[in-house]
């Protein structure tokens, strides 16, 4: 059963009218996710079978009393989307409920084997194994430089069921956890249901994380100091945000977030948390954006999937800030 915040939450997003001019820009950065079109909106030529990306946005300042429909702005909220590693986000909640109930302690530490170690992002790949690290620091790896190693070592700490159960408990239904990362097909077994989430679901549990209705006020403010360390965002990429200002609190906004990406897919979701430079009455506001069906394939800094988030975040932004 949802909890009452997580009904209202879901009914707002439900009921939220999207302006016609984010409708127009939300298809035409479609469009150009699947290469049907160039960012400066010129057509291109395109194979027979071509076919838009998917963009999927939900974006609400953080009132008083819950989200609320008119101040929202929803666009495939509660399609499934690959979750890349903003799954790590339930991973992160998960750890923290089990560190809550008294099972763990943050300070506890965990062994990292040779056999622990995989590919993609983060460092403890190039570490040497065999070496203990405190859950804190493996939490802290998993979220700000989203590392894969840490990852698992943490889902096998927390156990996969207990990740999907928690997932579920919360009333977050589209998202699941299909297991660790970065493995290959096991011979003789079932093939694994990919991790999916929604924008609905992950700005639902970034709200609610920072009203501070999932966990104690210390794990409240421990897991919002992860967010804020973000190394790999984009959804301040197109609206001039400075990672080191934000950091010293010299810019007018920071961003608390967890990204993903594998091929084809760019996702990022968090919190924009006004500083002392932002306008005058400026509020908090949560940002999902998730896409797939990218044509461009690069892991790059200029890969157009990330892009498009960042560009879709910057009409955000503009409605919110």
Not at 228 to 250: F, N, P
Request: aromatic share 6%.
């Amino acid at each position: 059963m949802l909890q009452p915040d997580r009904e209202r939450s879901a009914q707002d997003v439900s009921n939220a009218a999207l302006p016609p001019e984010l409708r127009a820009r939300f298809e035409q950065l479609e469009r150009v996710l699947g290469g049907l079109e160039t960012p400066d909106g010129e057509s291109v030529a395109i194979a027979e079978d071509a076919s838009p990306g998917s963009l999927s946005v939900v974006a609400y300042p953080l009132l008083p009393g819950g989200a609320q429909a008119e101040h929202m702005v929803a666009y495939r909220p509660h399609e499934p989307f690959p979750s890349a590693s903003t799954i790590k986000v339930y991973v992160l909640q998960a750890l923290l409920e089990k560190v809550a109930a008294g099972d763990a302690d943050l300070n506890d530490e965990l062994a990292v084997a040779a056999e622990d170690m995989v590919s993609g992002s983060g460092v403890l790949k190039t570490l040497m194994p065999g070496r203990s690290y405190p859950l804190r620091d493996l939490a802290n790896l998993m979220i700000v430089v989203s590392d894969n190693t840490a990852t698992n070592v943490l889902m096998d700490f927390v156990g996969l069921d207990v990740i999907n159960a928690s997932i579920q408990a919360h009333g977050w239904t589209d998202t699941h956890s299909g297991g660790k990362l970065m493995l290959g097909p096991t011979v003789g077994a079932a093939k694994r249901v990919p991790s999916a989430t929604t924008t609905a679901d992950l700005s639902d549990c970034f709200a609610r994380l920072w009203r501070g209705e999932l966990l104690p006020p210390v794990l409240t403010e421990e897991a919002q100091a992860i967010y804020r360390k973000q190394q790999y965002g984009e959804l301040g990429r197109s609206i001039d945000y400075d990672t080191y200002l934000a950091s010293v609190g010299e810019a007018p906004w920071r961003i608390a977030s967890k990204s993903g990406s594998i091929t084809g897919v760019r996702n990022d979701a968090g919190v924009f948390e006004p500083l002392a430079a932002a306008p005058a009455g400026a509020t908090p506001f949560v940002v999902a954006i998730m896409t797939k069906g990218c044509v461009d394939g690069r892991f790059h800094a200029e890969n157009l999937g990330a892009k498009v988030v960042g560009w879709a975040a910057a009409a955000v932004f503009e409605r919110l800030s």
